[in-house]
C-alpha cells in the first residue's frame, strides 16, 4: 500500500512538473504580440517578421523530432534545464538584436528549438504514465495553449508600459523561474528502459499505425492552422476578427483537456473518428461561404477539433509503440503537423486570391475526408498488431 501510495505521489508530482514545463515552453506562438514594436524598433515590415515566425515553427518541429528522441535517452530534469537555458538565452537575445539577422538566430532559432524541446520532454513524460495516459497528455498539451493565452495579453501589457527589450527581459526571468521550478519536479532519473540495439523495439522504419497517424494529424490539422492564420476574413467581418480569435483559441484549449480523458473511457480509436467527423462538419458552413455568428460557430468547433487532435495524436501513439520507443515514435508523428503548420496557412492565402476562402475550405473538406481515411486505417493496423 506504501509503495502504491509512493508511486502515486511520484507520478503527480512528474505530471505537475511537465505542465509546468509546457505551459512556459509557449512564447512561440505569442510571436504577433511582439511583431509592430520590433517593426518599429529595427526598420523592417511585418512580412520579414513572418519569416521569423516560419523559422520559428520550422525550429520547433525540429526541436519535438530531437527531444523526443533524447527523452528517450536521457532524464526529464536534464532535458528541462537544456530547454530553459536556451529559452531565457533565446528571449534575451531577442531583447538586445539590434538587427532581424539576429531575431531569426534568437527567437527563431534558439526559442523555438528550445521550447520544441521542452515540448516533447513534457508530452513523454505524460505519454509514458501507467494509467490514465489520455488525461495526463490532455492536461499537458492543453497547458501549452493556456501559455500562449495568458503570454500574450501579459506581453502586450508590458510592451505598452516598458518596450520591447524590458519585455523580454522581464519575460526571460519570470520564464525562467517557472521552467527551474518544472525541472525541479520532472524525474531527475533517466527512463529505466531503452531499446536495445537490433531489438524489435529499437531502431526501425515506422510502423503501419504510425504512418497512418502521422497522416491523420498532418492532414487533420491543416484546416484549423490556416483558419489560425485568417480568422478574421473567415469570420467575414472586421469587427469579429478579435471574437474570432478567441474562439478559436477556446475551442483549442477545451478540446486539448477534454479529448484526452473522453478517449480513456471511449476508447482512442472512436475518439480519433469523432475527432475526423467535427473536422469535416466544422468546415463545411465556411465552404459553403457561411459568415457571422455561423461562421463564427465554425471556427469554435474547429479549434475543439485542432486541440483535441493535438491531445489525441500523442495518446494514439502511445497505444502503439512500447514505453522507451514513445518519444522518438511521437516526434516524428509531429513532424505531419509541423509540415501542416508550415504549408496550409501559406496555401490558403494564395488560393484565397484567386479561388476565395470558400472554395479553399471546400478543399479542406477533401483534406478532412483524407484525413478520416487514415485514422481508419489506424484502427485496423493496430487492431491487427501491424
Known amino acids: 500500500m506504501a509503495d502504491t501510495d509512493a508511486a502515486t505521489a511520484s507520478t503527480r508530482r512528474a505530471l505537475t512538473g511537465a505542465v509546468l514545463l509546457d505551459l512556459a515552453v509557449s512564447p512561440l506562438f505569442a510571436w504577433d504580440v511582439f511583431t509592430d514594436s520590433l517593426g518599429r524598433d529595427l526598420g523592417v515590415g ?9 523559422v520559428g515553427l520550422a525550429a520547433f518541429m525540429l526541436g519535438v523530432l530531437a527531444g523526443g528522441r533524447a527523452a528517450d535517452r536521457f532524464a526529464p530534469r536534464r532535458l528541462a534545464l537544456v530547454a530553459l537555458a536556451g529559452t531565457v538565452l533565446g528571449l534575451l537575445g531577442s531583447a538586445a538584436a539590434s538587427s532581424v539577422v539576429v531575431l531569426f538566430l534568437t ?32 492536461l499537458v498539451v492543453s497547458a501549452y495553449a493556456a501559455g500562449t493565452a495568458l503570454l500574450a495579453p501579459v506581453a502586450s501589457t508590458l510592451l505598452g508600459a516598458m518596450g520591447r527589450s524590458g519585455t523580454f527581459v522581464v519575460l526571460a526571468a519570470a520564464l525562467g523561474v517557472l521552467l527551474a521550478v518544472a525541472a525541479v519536479l520532472v524525474p531527475g532519473a533517466a527512463p529505466g528502459s531503452r531499446p536495445q540495439r537490433g531489438s524489435s523495439h529499437g531502431q526501425r522504419r515506422p510502423s503501419g499505425p504510425v ?51 473522453l478517449s ?12 475526423s467527423a467535427l473536422l469535416v462538419l466544422a468546415c463545411l458552413p465556411v465552404a459553403l461561404g457561411a459568415s457571422g455568428p455561423i461562421a463564427l460557430a465554425a471556427l469554435l468547433l474547429l479549434g475543439t477539433q485542432y486541440g ?22 511521437y516526434g ?52 491487427d498488431g501491424a
Do not use: C, K, M
Not at 266 to 272: E, H, Q
Not at 342 to 355: N, R
Not at 365 to 380: K, M, T
Open 107 to 138: 527567437f527563431g532559432v534558439l526559442v523555438g528549438g528550445s521550447t520544441g524541446l521542452g515540448y516533447a520532454t513534457a508530452v513523454r513524460v505524460a505519454g509514458t504514465v501507467a494509467t490514465g495516459r489520455g488525461l495526463a497528455l490532455g
Open 264 to 275: 480513456d473511457r471511449v476508447g482512442r480509436r472512436a475518439a480519433l473518428h469523432a475527432n
Open 308 to 329: 483535441a487532435l493535438s491531445t489525441l495524436a500523442p495518446a494514439a501513439t502511445s497505444d502503439v509503440v512500447p514505453a522507451e520507443r514513445f518519444g522518438t515514435t
Open 46 to 54: 511585418r512580412a520579414v517578421l513572418a519569416g521569423v515566425f516560419s
Open 332 to 383: 516524428l508523428v509531429f513532424t505531419g503537423w509541423g509540415i501542416a503548420g508550415l504549408s496550409a496557412p501559406v496555401a490558403a492565402a494564395a488560393l484565397a486570391t484567386v479561388i476565395g476562402y470558400g472554395a479553399v475550405y471546400g478543399i479542406f473538406v477533401v483534406v478532412g475526408a483524407l484525413s478520416w481515411v487514415a485514422v481508419g486505417a489506424y484502427g485496423r493496423l493496430a487492431a
Open 211 to 261: 504512418v497512418a497517424l502521422w497522416l491523420a494529424f498532418g492532414l487533420g490539422s491543416a484546416p484549423a492552422l490556416a483558419a489560425f492564420a485568417q480568422a478574421g476574413d473567415l469570420a467575414g467581418d472586421v469587427a469579429a476578427v478579435t471574437l474570432a480569435v478567441v474562439l478559436l483559441n477556446l475551442g483549442n484549449f477545451a478540446g486539448r483537456l477534454i479529448a484526452g480523458p
